[in-house]
């Protein structure tokens, strides 16, 4: 793995909403390590962190962090555009993406597969012309799920969830460590 792009919508008024968890997932891995550099390309912000140790291929322990700079439902413009930039292949793209159909504070990491209704990684299949894209689903569906999907997901934490969130973020973060040092195999092993 040599990139993780978040999913996401851009804006402010965006930023704590469950369907934000890709983005949120990017704030803990930039909390807990060093940017070593950021570019900003039309479709995508990319930020470059550097953990300690090797990855599994024995290089440097560093990732690309995308964003891209379009809403949800487009974000294949955005990763494209940083796959392309980058010269990197789509299986060594992680996305990471809120998914109504866990509950909230599960995570899940798959090889390949489908967009299981995640409108933001059927965009990301579109555009990179394959299913062979590893994911990191990451749950947010509340006791209290509201009938409509839009408005849920476009909806912030309750307070009696924020805690279950975070650590949900942090068990992602480290998996996202996982895959990078010990592989995809390794990492879902250990969090599916």
Known sequence: MRVLAGLGNPGDEYAEHRHNAGWMLL????????????????????????????????????????????YMNDSGRGVSQAVKDLRVEPHEVLVAFDDIDLPLGKVRLRKSGGSGGQNGMKSVIEAL??????????????????????????????????????????????????????GLVAAMNRYN
């Open 27 to 70: 704030r803990v891995l930039e909390r807990r390590h060093r940017v070593v550099d950021t570019k900003e390309l039309s479709q995508a912000s990319l930020s470059r962190i550097r953990m300690k140790g090797r990855r599994e291929d024995g290089g440097p322990a560093e990732i690309w962090l995308v964003r891209s700079r379009t």
């Open 129 to 182: 012309g394959t299913q062979e894209i590893p994911r990191l689903r990451l749950g947010i569906r509340g006791e209290r799920a509201a009938g409509d999907t839009a408005d849920y997901v476009l909806s912030r934490f309750d307070k009696d969830e924020r805690d279950t969130a975070a650590e949900m973020l942090e068990d992602a973060a480290d998996a996202v460590e996982t895959v990078l040092r010990a």
